[in-house]
C-alpha cells in the first residue's frame, strides 16, 4: 500500500517548497498538480478552444496528453511530447491555469491521472482539492495557508531575487483574484478537508513547516 500526503491551500503558501523537502526527506515522489492545470491552460490557449463549448472543450481535453517525469530528483512536465516545465511558471500560465480548472472535463481528466499516480507510489501531492476530491483517504492531509500579505511578499522577493520586475500592489491584487476564483468555482473548490491539519506558515519558516509535516507522517506510518 503507498502512503499519500494531500497537501493543499492558496496560492503562494509555500506549498512547492515544502511538497519538495518533505518528499526529499521521506523518500516520496513529489507530485506538482499545479503545474498539470497550468499545462492544460497553456494547452486550451494555444488552441484557442471555447471553454464554455462543451464537445470542443471535451475533444481538446480527449487529445492532450500532459506526463509528468522525474529526472535527477526533479520534475518535469510534458504537454503533448513537449518538455513546457519552465513554460509553465510564468504568471499567465498560472491565471490560465485558475480559470480552465474551473471546468469539469479538465478536472475529471487531471483528477484521474492524479489518482492513479497516487496508486502506484508513496507521494506528496500539492494542489487545490487534494484532500477533498483527489485523494480523500489520504492517511495524512495537510492545509497550508498564509496570509494575503505574506504571500505577496514572498513572491516579490522571489521575482526580485531573479532579478525580474516586480510589483507588490500588482502581485497582492492577482493573489486575491486566484484564491477567489480558487475557492469560489463549482468543482473541487478550494477548502480545507474536515481531516486536513491546519497550518499558517505566516509565522513560520519553511524548515519548521517540513519538520512539523514529516513528523505526522513518521508518526501515521509507524
Ligand atoms: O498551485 P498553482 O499556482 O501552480 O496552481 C495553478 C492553478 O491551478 C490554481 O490557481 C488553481 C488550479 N489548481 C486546481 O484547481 N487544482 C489543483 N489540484 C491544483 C491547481
Known amino acids: 500500500m503507498s502512503f499519500q500526503i494531500a497537501l493543499d491551500g492558496p496560492a503562494g503558501a509555500g506549498k512547492s517548497t515544502v511538497a519538495k523537502a518533505v518528499a526529499s526527506e521521506l523518500h516520496f515522489i513529489y507530485i506538482d498538480t499545479g503545474a498539470m492545470y497550468r499545462a492544460m491552460g497553456l494547452y486550451l490557449d494555444s488552441l ?40 509553465v511558471r510564468a504568471e499567465t500560465a498560472g491565471m490560465l491555469a485558475s480559470k480552465v480548472s474551473a471546468y469539469g472535463s479538465v478536472r475529471r481528466k487531471l483528477t484521474s491521472m492524479q489518482q492513479e499516480i497516487a496508486a502506484s507510489a508513496d507521494v506528496v501531492m500539492d494542489g487545490r482539492d487534494i484532500g477533498t476530491a483527489v ?21 516579490y522577493l522571489e521575482l526580485k531575487n531573479k532579478g525580474q520586475e516586480a510589483d507588490l500592489a500588482a502581485i497582492s491584487a492577482d493573489i486575491e483574484k486566484r484564491d477567489y476564483q480558487d475557492s469560489h468555482r463549482e468543482i473541487a473548490p478550494l477548502r480545507q478537508a474536515e481531516d486536513a491539519v491546519y497550518l499558517d506558515s505566516s509565522n513560520l519558516s519553511a524548515e519548521q513547516v517540513v519538520e512539523k509535516i514529516v513528523f505526522l507522517a513518521r508518526e501515521r506510518m509507524s
Open 135 to 155: 485523494l480523500p483517504e489520504a492517511p495524512l492531509k495537510i492545509f497550508l495557508t498564509a496570509s494575503v500579505e505574506e504571500r505577496a511578499r514572498r513572491r
Open 48 to 87: 484557442g478552444t471555447d471553454l464554455e463549448d462543451q464537445a470542443a472543450l471535451d475533444a481538446a481535453c480527449e487529445k492532450a496528453s500532459v506526463t509528468i517525469a522525474h529526472q535527477n530528483g526533479a520534475q518535469h512536465i510534458y504537454l503533448n511530447g513537449e518538455d513546457v516545465t519552465t513554460a
